[in-house]
């Protein structure tokens, strides 16, 4: 069965610590000002060593990240854990968690943030929230869909949380845009799209995060989803969610064929992959040629430009939860149900 965190409530400590990349230093304004939003929310907030620091593309060592994670992790007056953002090596980290020692509590984030969130779930059933970054929350105002964030970790075991596709996304990063009063530029309409053009429901228990990390979690003990499935989810189907930060579309094709030939996708519901800049054509092939094999190869619905992952704004998925999705005429919505 699935455990989820204690809601998270006024008052209590949000830990951020940075398991994978730091802050430079000419960026650190960037986190003192989410950390006013938060307080200005009735919330405190708990900064580690790590988040100040960045070398050899990670905060620290891999010593240290996994000491003031562990720390976080087992401390009862922190109630819930958001990096500022993601990065490149998180997954070095893994054999240094504690796992039987963690204290269920929302961990929120995406990129290789998510490396930490699919391997905590796998290894032990806690769900975990896929979702946006501390530093994207500095601003006075939050739009709808990143705000569902605080839905999500402001749940508890039997919540229901639901979320519908934006009206628009961000098309490009502007990384020296002050928030006025947004942190994203919404410049253009958000068009979620079926393999088939055709309307399409799914549903099944979520798990996921970003392909060019996790994908290097098969094989390991940290990507174990058979024994996840079999352990935790009582052989319940997978509905798989992704997105894609930087490869390309037979990079990512590749990759899916991996997942696949490793028995990932054994018994999944079906899949959603989120709106990506990169995925770019090699010869002619495209990204959608290698969402349209692996629907025929796999026999499963697929629902792509989605919010998730690096254009912004994103919907928060939790990974174990069980979840409704359905998508038509470009729009979706979707209702997650935090069962056991």
């Known amino acids: 069965m699935i455990r989820y965190p204690q809601a998270l409530q006024q008052g209590q400590t949000i830990g951020v610590t940075a398991p ?15 950390k006013q939003q938060f307080e200005h929310r009735g919330y405190k907030v708990g900064i580690g060593e790590t ?11 891999k010593e240290k990240r996994a000491e003031e994670l562990n720390s976080m992790l087992q401390n009862d007056n922190i109630h819930s854990i958001i990096p500022p953002w993601g990065g490149e090596i998180l997954q070095e980290i893994l054999p240094l968690i504690e796992w039987d020692q963690i204290k269920p509590k929302w ?5 290789d943030t998510s490396t930490l969130l699919f391997a905590l779930t796998l290894k032990t059933g806690i769900a975990t929230a896929h979702g946006t970054n501390l530093v994207d929350l500095r601003s006075d ?20 949380i639901f979320q519908s596709s934006s009206s628009h996304y961000q098309s490009e990063w502007v990384h020296d845009k002050q928030p006025d009063p947004y942190v994203f530029k919404l410049d253009t309409e958000t068009k979620w799209e079926t393999v088939n053009n055709t309307p399409v429901e799914m549903k099944g228990r979520l798990l996921g995060g970003c392909m060019d990390t996790i994908r290097h979690l098969i094989g390991t003990p940290f990507g174990n989803v058979k024994k996840f499935q079999e352990t935790y989810l009582r052989d319940e189907q997978i509905l798989w969610y992704f997105e894609n ?6 990079d990512f094709h590749r990759t899916l064929l991996q997942m696949h030939q490793s028995g990932w996708f054994e018994n999944a519901s079906g899949f959603m992959f989120g709106r990506t800049s990169a995925g770019q054509e090699v010869g002619g092939f495209t990204t ?9 190869t ?17 919907l928060t998925l939790v990974n174990g939860a069980y979840t409704e999705i359905k998508s038509a005429n470009h729009n979706g919505e979707m209702t997650i149900y935090l069962k056991p």
């Open 20 to 34: 994978s990349s730091g802050v430079d230093f000419e960026l650190h304004d960037l986190v003192h000002q989410s």
């Open 51 to 61: 988040v100040w620091t960045q070398y050899k593309s990670a905060s620290a060592t």
């Open 141 to 160: 105002e939050w739009d709808d869909t990143t705000s569902k964030f605080l839905d999500v970790l402001s749940s508890e075991e039997g919540g229901t």
């Open 245 to 250: 930060c930087e490869m390309s579309a037979t």
């Open 288 to 296: 959608l040629d290698a969402l349209e094999r692996l629907a025929e």
């Open 298 to 314: 796999t026999n499963l619905q697929i629902i792509y430009n989605v919010d998730i992952g690096h254009v912004p704004p994103q």
């Open 107 to 111: 961990l929120l984030g995406y990129s």
